[in-house]
């Protein structure tokens, strides 16, 4: 929860739950978008083997894509963003599409970014050749499949 000084600065909002007080909150206990972010993130990777995650190359400048695979079973998920920062461009007025090599069928791509409330945004994507085109932006999107 925010709250570090309580004076109203920089670092008495730099929590993922409002505390009710200073400029723009939104109201005690209200959760910030990081906080739905941060939520699907651990429970998109919980459970991954964290000595072995794999680097994709996506062949695309400033694109990163990692595959985490999940100690039990043979679940992964990857994770793919646009760091365009490095570009110095609009994130607003940008993304990228990665042809990622997909052999596990259908695959569901979630946004990291919820809306206010926490809901989720996802798609579904079918592979063609081998191929599933991922569209991506700033944002990260998770791609999971069967």
Do not use: C
Not at 138 to 145: I, K, L, S
Request: charged residues 25%.
């Amino acid at each position: 929860m925010e709250g570090y000084e309580n004076e109203d600065r920089y670092f008495d909002h730099t929590g993922v739950v409002y505390d009710g007080k200073g400029m723009d909150d939104r109201g005690h206990g209200v959760k910030k978008l990081a906080y739905f972010t941060y939520k699907l993130m651990g429970e998109k990777l919980e459970g991954s083997d964290w000595n072995n995650i794999a680097t994709i190359n996506t062949h695309l400048p400033n694109v990163y894509a990692y595959q985490f695979k999940k100690r039990v079973g043979d679940a992964k998920v990857v994770v793919l963003w646009w760091d365009w920062f490095a570009e110095l461009q609009d994130p607003a007025n940008g993304s990228r599409v990665v042809a990622l090599p997909w052999d596990r069928g259908p695959a569901v791509v979630t946004r990291s970014i919820t809306d206010r409330e926490g809901r989720r945004v996802t798609s579904n994507l079918t592979p063609r050749g081998g191929v599933l085109e991922v569209p991506v932006s700033a944002d990260p999107v998770f791609v999971e499949g069967d």
